[in-house]
Structure formats: C-alpha cells, structure tokens
C-alpha cells in the first residue's frame, strides 16, 4: 500500500519510516536551493513563508507565467550535498519535516534529522515532467529576485513521488553507509585495473 | 542574408527544442537494455519513473529534466560552408529562441555580478568549440545540454608520470565514488588523458559526446575503457546512486599527445537524461537530425 504524507506532518507521522523506504507527498512543499539556505543560515534573514511541519524541495524548476499566476512546467531535484553545509541548521530554523532532493547528504544533515524527526528523500533525478505533474498548483513565489531556478516557489502537491527515503529519523543513512562499501569494493577493482594498465614501460 | 540567419536561428531552435525533450537513439537503447535488466525492486521503480516521466515528456511537450543545462555547441564546420558567416550568431540566437519556445531553464549567471542573464545567453555562453574540416561544405553541430548535477563531478589534474595510467585509473575510480553517485547515474563517464589539464578537460567533455558503443582507435585506450567501465560497474551502484547493478553506461577516453613531463587527466559525466543531438546542416539550409532517427524536425 502506498504510503502518503500529508502536511501539516508531525513526528508521530514518520515514526516507523526506514531507509531505503517509499512514500509520497500530499500537501505544501516549496524550492528551496542554494542562496535561499545561505540567506536563512548564513544571513540570518527571515523566511517569508513558515515551512513548520511542511518540505522543501532541492530543486530549480521550470515555471511559465498564465494571466492568473504561475503554471509548472518541470520540477526535478538538485544535488542535495550542496545544501550539506546548511541543511541541519535549516531543520532546526525552520521545523521543516521532509527534504526532497537527490543524491545523499552528510552527517550533519543526519544528526538533525534524529534530532528534529526529520527525513531526507530522494526523488529520481531526471524525472521532472512527473514532478510537474503532480503540482496541483503553484501558490506562491518569494524571493523571486533570485531568477527562476532558485526563487521560493510555494507548491500544492498530490502524491509526489516516489521518494526514496535516504536519510530516516533515526538518523540512519543510507548513501553514507553504502558509500563505504562503495570505496571499500573501489580498492580491489583498482588493484585489479593496475595491473593491466603499467602501459609506462 | 537575414532571411537565412533567420531560418538558420529557426532550425538551431528547433533542433535544441528535439534534444531537450527527447534522448538520443543510442542512449534510448541502452536504457531500455538496463530496464530489463534491473536488479532490485527499488531499481526497476527508479527505472519504470525515468521511462513514464520520458513518455509524458513528449505527450507533454516538455523537457525531460528541469535543468535543461548550460548550452554547448561542439561544431564541425566545412572549410567550404556558405553558412559560416551567419553560424556563431545563429547558435547563440538560437539559444535565446528555445529558451522561450520550449521553454529552457535560466542557467546563464554571470561571473562576479552573480545575475541570472534570464535568457541562456552570458559572457561566452552558449560555449562553442570549433572545428574545421577541410574541403568540405557541410557542417556538423553536436549541442549538449550541460546540466548542474552532471557538472558538480568534473575535475582536471595534472599526475606525474610515475603515477602511470594506474593513477589515472585511481583517479577516475575516486572521483565517481566521491560525486559520480550523486550526478543521476547510469552516467556516461569522458576521461581525457593529456599533457595539460585544460586539454585534458576538454577531451574529456568531447568524450561524452561520442556515441554508445564507439571505442578509443588505439587498442589499449579501447582496453582502458572497458577496464573502467567493467571495474564502476562492479562497485554495486545502480540507477540514482543507489545500490544496483550498472553505474555507468560507458566509460570513453579521448586522447593528446603528452609532455614527457606530465600526465594530466579530466573527468566528465554526463546524467542518464543524456541530452546530447547531431545535426547535420547543408548550404541549401536542409538538414538532418542524426543522433535521433525518425523525429520530424
């Protein structure tokens, strides 16, 4: 059965979810990439939106203007490591719940998110019509100063998804971990490599 | 002679329009191969997404990721082409128009004013490399579709000599594992092998545009390839970076004669949504779409 995640989320709401876990999202997610993290971290100013309870997307999407606002055209993530540097002061700043991305994040990242009950989920990168597909509409824009990629845009979504969990509330992760093995296996395929390639003689 | 820049901006705006929305054929095949032989459940979703979201992106009419790239244009132009007066204006026109047209994100930000142009078009973007080919009058444009993701990875070093092509090797191998997982994998992996690091850097961006399947002409830089692409793959690392059966769909190296002194590698990846297209462009303004076989222009 599909899993759904509707905003307001509390932290009862994610108590079970695991790594490696699918779920989708229905309600309030908003973009939110790199100046906006270093404007609410770093510049200490203040968001123009609550994101309590809410998600936020690490993602620049394509938005065309209609006469009566703003229609998605596509919506995809972005490499959720550049936000590394400010994610887990931005949990804690702003109470967001859910953070959409793709790739992994860091430890810092993963801390917070056991210590708020947070998640961070990947949606499959590439995969932006069906983003945008599953915008019901587009709200709001802030910080629109920004240009289009990396403007605040205030989403209604249903059922956004798949969105692999990455991070859980434990603060298990799961690039981290698989990572390691990654660079574990990397060693041995490169002694093997070396030996067919001393082409220097 | 406007007349024909027009048709000229027409055609390169339509043909970034196709690239944006559709993968080439031979990155079609490939993935289609990899669907099928997705190892987990979590891979054959990731796999059963890229195939809907690709479907509703032509039922749609919309680029398949959001982030349509920075623009790269690597031209193989005739000696003897009438067009070559017109082409560099037309390319970068033609940048301006299918940003509107199809639409394309804004990704041209200008160094130091940090400003967002909102058109795709900045100090020296779209990004044009030249060739010229003698004695014909044909002119062959390849356009790629630079996204961020796939750009976070790139990296130039320069090794001695003494590390060998096993440093090099290490190299490839550390700057997959490091960031390759995070740039949307099954990627197409460029290394460049040089004397330089900026020539290196630039084969290797050339590297990624050459067709599936296509090896380096030397047997042992073909032997290099395969070793690479078969030692990424055996990492366990699948679609999206998560566990899984194929990282890479191949792993190309173009070359250039080295210093004695130096050995200098690049690496470049390109994301599954491989949006990479050739076209082929005569005097007479015809032209032929030759990385997608049966797409109307």
Redesign the interface.
């Given at each position: 059965m599909k899993k759904i995640l509707h905003t307001p989320i509390n932290s009862a709401d994610l108590e079970g979810i695991s790594v490696?876990d699918?779920v989708y999202l229905t309600g309030h997610i908003v973009t939110c990439r790199d100046v906006a993290h270093r404007r609410v971290v770093a510049l200490g100013q203040e968001l123009p939106y609550s994101l309590a309870g809410k998600a936020i997307f690490h993602?620049?999407?394509?938005v065309?203007p209609t006469p009566s606002g703003y229609n998605m055209?596509?919506?995809?993530p972005?490499?959720?490591?550049?936000m590394e540097r400010f994610e887990a002061e931005f949990i804690a700043a702003t109470g967001v719940k859910v953070v959409v991305g793709?790739?992994?994040m860091g430890a810092k990242t993963a801390v917070a998110c056991r210590e708020f009950k947070a998640l961070h989920c990947?949606f499959?990168?590439?995969?932006?019509?069906?983003?945008?597909?599953a915008v019901e509409a587009i709200e709001g824009v802030e910080w629109l100063d920004?240009?289009?990629?990396?403007a605040f845009w205030i989403m209604r979504v249903k059922e956004l998804g798949?969105l692999?969990v990455s991070i859980d509330p434990q603060g298990n992760n799961?690039?981290e971990t698989?990572?390691a093995?990654?660079?574990e296996?990397?060693e041995m395929?490169?002694s093997?490599?070396?030996e067919?390639?001393?082409?220097?003689k | 002679m406007a007349e024909q820049l027009q048709k000229l901006i027409e055609i390169v705006a339509k043909f970034l329009d196709i690239v944006g929305k559709r993968l080439p054929d031979d990155v079609m095949l490939k993935l289609t191969e990899l669907r099928a032989n997705a190892g987990t459940d979590?891979e054959r979703?990731?796999y059963d997404?890229?195939f809907?979201?690709m479907e509703?992106?032509i039922v749609?009419n919309?680029?398949?990721?959001?982030?349509?790239g920075v623009i790269s244009f690597f031209v193989k132009a005739g000696s003897e082409s009438k067009l070559l007066p017109l082409l560099k204006q037309a390319l970068i026109a033609g940048v301006g128009e299918a940003t509107v047209a199809s639409?394309?994100?804004?990704?041209a930000?200008e160094i130091f004013d940090e400003?967002?142009t909102?058109t795709n078009i900045g100090e020296r973007i779209p990004f044009i490399s030249w060739d010229i080919i003698s004695g014909t009058s044909e002119v062959e444009i390849v356009a790629y579709m630079a996204g961020?993701?796939g750009s976070?990875p790139g990296r130039a070093i320069t090794l001695m000599?003494s590390a060998?092509?096993?440093g090099?090797?290490?190299y490839v191998?550390?700057t997959m594992?490091e960031f390759g997982?995070?740039?949307?994998p099954p990627l197409i992996v460029g290394v460049g092998i040089a004397g330089s690091a900026e020539i290196a850097a630039l084969l290797s961006k050339k590297a990624i545009l050459r067709p599936l399947g296509t090896h380096h002409p030397n047997p042992?830089g073909a032997?290099?390839e395969q070793?690479?692409a078969r030692?990424?793959n055996?990492?366990?690392?699948g679609?999206?970076?998560?566990?899984g059966r194929t990282f890479v769909m191949g792993v190309h190296v173009e070359s250039a004669a080295r210093h004695p002194s130096s050995l200098s590698v690049g690496v470049s990846v390109g994301?599954?949504?491989h949006r990479r297209g050739t076209l082929r462009l005569h005097d007479d303004l015809t032209s032929e779409l030759v990385s997608h076989q049966g797409v109307s222009q």
């Open positions: 490696g699918i993602a620049g999407p394509i065309e055209v596509a919506i995809g972005t490499t959720s490591m550049r793709k790739g992994g990947v499959p990168g590439g995969c932006a019509v069906l983003g945008a597909t920004l240009g289009m990629p990396e798949p692999i799961l690039f698989n990572k093995l990654y660079a296996r990397k395929v490169l093997q490599i070396a067919q390639v001393a082409y220097i | 979590l979703i990731i997404s890229m809907d979201n509703q992106a749609l919309r680029p398949i990721c959001q982030d349509t639409p394309l994100r804004h990704n930000v400003k967002n909102g961020g993701g976070l000599p060998g092509y096993e090099a090797a290490k191998l550390d594992v997982v995070n740039a949307c042992r032997e290099f070793l690479l030692g990424l055996d990492l366990g690392v679609a999206q970076g998560l566990p994301c599954w949504a």
